[in-house]
């Protein structure tokens, strides 16, 4: 079996953006194998040590829904959900929430994870990230168990919208792939951005119609037209709650924004890598 040949060239990878695409389509077809070897690993190795085992994936969305379903029974905090009732209007918003939270997150951890790798070992470095975007989609298919139980228990309406929600999902978790892409580099180097990101993602929820209906007056109106998340959200609730889809122009423009923003941070990635690595001591 003949050896794989890799041409080194002083020659910067821009100078030539269609060789450059070619050798990240190559690299990224190469390395699926590896990825789903790296999950695999990774998923054995985090829950492994724990005793709710894959309670985890959609244990904090659950808790921070019943905090505000607690709120809104007890009369403190009134917000009118239309024909939803409010727990699954809540818990949907957290579960699509979470999943987004994960997306962003991905490449950072996953990076991180793999230093060792990466400063010692030739491979597909794009692998890494695809084994961390498996993981993102694990967990929220994990999530989903307890998605159609809360749809199921409170009767939420569904109707021919829900054909989009695949498509709706899709937007939202590529718009936080690309926030993480764009993260990575920096998040390599500096673990103040994985830790910044929880505490980032905790007040942006409050900007973004999670546990409240998106308004259109007032503060909370022009934060949640000004907020990209929000269309996004909107719109993966409401294919879920066979809700007309108010904000689809808004989530088609985003979601095109967020490919051309995703595939910018993999050639950055690509660039950044090797000075990433003699960073790490390589």
């Not at 990101?197 to 942006?204: M, N, R, S, T, V």
Request: proline content about 7%; glycine content about 8%; aromatic content about 12%.
């Amino acid at each position: 079996m003949p050896l794989a040949e890799r041409t080194y060239s002083p020659e910067p990878l821009l100078g030539s953006p269609l060789k450059l695409f070619k050798a990240l389509f190559a690299d990224i077809m190469a390395g699926r194998e590896l990825a789903w070897r790296l999950f695999v690993r990774d998923l054995s190795a985090q829950y492994r040590q724990t005793c709710l085992g894959y309670v985890w994936a959609f244990l904090p969305p659950l808790v921070a829904s019943l905090t505000f379903i607690f709120l809104n029974s007890q009369g403190i905090v009134e917000i009118d959900t239309g024909s939803i009732p409010y727990p699954a209007f809540a818990m949907m918003g957290t579960l699509l929430w979470q999943g987004f939270v994960d997306a962003v997150t991905g490449p950072v951890q996953s990076l991180n994870a793999a230093k060792s790798m990466l400063a010692k070992i030739n491979f597909p470095r794009e692998a890494i990230l695809l084994a961390g975007f498996y993981m993102v989609l694990f967990n929220f298919a994990v999530r989903m168990v307890l998605l159609v139980g809360v749809m199921i228990w409170w009767q939420v309406p569904v109707n021919a919208t829900l054909a989009f929600f695949p498509v709706a999902l899709g937007g939202l978790l590529l718009c936080g792939s690309a926030i993480g892409l764009a993260m990575a580099p920096i998040g390599t180097l500096y673990g103040d951005v994985s830790k910044s990101i929880p505490i980032f993602a905790q007040f942006l929820m409050l900007l973004t119609p999670v546990v409240y209906p998106a308004r259109t007056e007032g503060l909370a109106g022009m934060l949640a037209t000004w907020n990209p998340i929000s269309p996004l959200m909107v719109t993966a609730r409401e294919t879920l709650s066979g809700q007309d889809l108010t904000l689809l122009l808004p989530f088609t423009i985003i979601t095109f924004a967020s490919l051309i923003v995703a595939f910018a941070g993999l050639i950055a990635f690509r660039l950044a890598m090797p000075h990433l690595i003699a960073r790490m001591g390589g």
